[in-house]
């Protein structure tokens, strides 16, 4: 099993960080089949060899995967394309 674990700094409202975790999260699910659904302020993810969760704090979201056996050997490239769009949203305006 492979973990990936992302910390994106932001300076947007609460609303406005969950709108962007929103976003991250209607791609995930696109891409990788994810079955997504908020807690409070942390939206889970789960589908047969993932499970993870965004989390949303005043200045910053995290975000933390499980990946199983079958999806480690692409860790890397997964957590770049991920990377990339928690940037994007929680830096540029929503």
Known sequence: MADINIVQQHKLTAAKAREAAQQVADKLAQE???????????????????????TLGKEQAQLQIKL????????????GKIAEKMRKVFTEPV
């Open 32 to 54: 990788y089949d994810l079955a997504c659904a908020w807690d409070g302020d942390v939206l889970r993810f789960e589908r047969s060899g993932v499970d993870g969760s965004l």
């Open 68 to 79: 199983g056996f079958m999806l480690s050997a692409f860790a890397s490239t997964i957590e």
